[in-house]
């Protein structure tokens, strides 16, 4: 009798943390749908260290980056709805963006709010951090990085999809982060993949953001026994008529 007293106790423990021990994931493949335009070379010679470091061909532009397929790299793709009333902790490692080539790397990231932000300087040129978010509890700053200023720190204090980072030295320099108030999110890889992964049990609003082209969102639902499929197809806006 003792015996299965103890486990009722267990299968109740087991059933108030389900949303915890049964976590599943989100996966999935972004697309363009449409002719994809081929990216052109950003010309560098304004900053002859910037032109040096491309002796195996020039940087390219990365607004729509498609691959075989239509398959989109650099879509954030994340929780939009469906964590409301849950708290998430901000990770103790940095998220980490690197002025390299007089690009920004990775061109979309994402964070959580407090959670670090380190931006480097690899060049050993001037470069000049300026954040643009619009969020009013986000502050903006504006910072000149030397060639021998390796490091920043910042951070985010509040939700938002997405803050704009630039280089006022380098106009063709951008950057996007995500800054959001949990830890579900993924960008997509050079094959247009994402995953988002250690979800509770529960139907989601997911949102696939990308920085020309709109938004789109679908509702999933993750059983907490495998990941849950999303795929999604981006196109431009039809042109208004005059």
Not at 110 to 125: F, P, R, Y
Not at 141 to 149: D, I, L, Q, V, Y
Not at 152 to 166: A, D, L, P
Request: net charge positive; with cysteine; hydrophobic share 40%.
């Amino acid at each position: 009798m003792r015996y299965v007293t103890k486990t009722a106790v267990l299968s109740v423990l087991l059933l108030s943390l389900s949303g915890v021990l049964f976590a599943g994931g989100i996966r999935g493949t972004v697309k363009y749908e449409g002719k994809v335009p081929k990216m052109k070379p950003i010309r560098m010679a304004a900053d002859p260290i910037c032109d040096g470091l491309h002796t195996q061909g020039p940087a390219r532009a990365e607004w729509l980056l498609a691959g075989p397929e239509g398959v989109l790299k650099n879509v954030f793709v994340y929780v939009e709805k469906g964590l409301e009333g849950k708290e998430f902790k901000a990770p103790e490692t940095s998220v980490t963006i690197d002025q390299k080539g007089c690009v920004y790397v990775p061109h979309v990231s994402g964070v959580q709010i407090g959670q670090k932000i380190d931006i480097l300087n690899s060049d050993g040129t001037l470069h000049n951090v300026h954040a643009m978010p619009k969020v009013k509890n986000n502050v903006a700053f504006n910072e000149a990085m030397p060639g021998a200023r390796k490091k920043i720190t910042k951070r985010f204090s509040e939700k938002e999809v997405m803050v704009r980072i630039k280089c006022d030295v380098h106009p063709w320099m951008g950057a996007f982060v995500g800054v959001l108030d949990h830890p579900f999110f993924a960008v997509t890889d050079d094959a247009g993949n994402f995953e988002i992964k250690g979800l509770p049990a529960g139907t989601y609003t997911v949102t696939a953001w990308h920085e020309r082209l709109p938004a789109k969102s679908a509702t999933v639902t993750v059983k907490g026994d495998g990941d849950a499929t999303a795929d999604f197809v981006l196109k431009r806006p039809p042109k208004k008529k005059k």
